[in-house]
Nanobody, 118 residues
C-alpha cells in the first residue's frame, strides 16, 4: 500500500492550493483520512480529518479557509487551501487508516511542501 501526495508549491499570501493524496495497493477498505503538517522547528500537527462517512474536523487555525474532502471510489483525499498565510508554510503529510488482508494500520504519505511567501 502506498499513499502518494501531490499539489504542494510556492504561492503568495492570499492565494490557494489544492493537495491530493491517493492510496493504492491491495486495499480492502479505507477508513479515516487526514492531513497533518510540520513547520520547521515545530511538532507535526493535525490540519484536517475526514471519516469514511464524510464527517470532518479542522484545526482552529484553518477553519473557514481549508476544506477537506474525499473520493471513496478513488481512495483519494483532498485539501483545498484558500486564503493562505505565511504561517501555513510547512510540509503537509496525508494519512489514512487502511485495511488489507494483513490487517488494518495507519499509513502515511511522503509529504509535500507548501511555501507561502511574498
Amino acid at each position: 500500500v502506498q499513499l502518494q501526495a501531490s499539489g504542494g508549491g510556492l504561492v503568495q499570501p492570499g492565494e490557494s492550493l489544492r493537495l491530493s493524496c491517493a492510496a493504492s495497493g491491495n486495499i480492502i477498505r479505507v477508513s479515516d483520512m487526514g492531513w497533518h503538517r510540520q513547520a520547521p522547528g515545530k511538532q507535526r500537527e493535525l490540519v484536517a480529518a475526514i471519516t469514511s462517512g464524510g464527517s470532518t474536523n479542522y484545526a482552529d487555525s484553518v477553519k473557514g479557509r481549508f476544506t477537506i474532502s474525499r473520493d471513496n471510489a478513488k481512495n483519494t483525499v483532498y485539501l483545498q487551501m484558500n486564503s493562505l498565510k505565511p504561517e501555513d508554510t510547512a510540509v503537509y503529510y496525508c494519512n489514512a487508516g487502511i485495511r488489507t488482508i494483513l490487517g488494518g494500520i495507519d499509513y502515511w504519505g511522503q509529504g509535500t511542501l507548501v511555501t507561502v511567501s511574498s
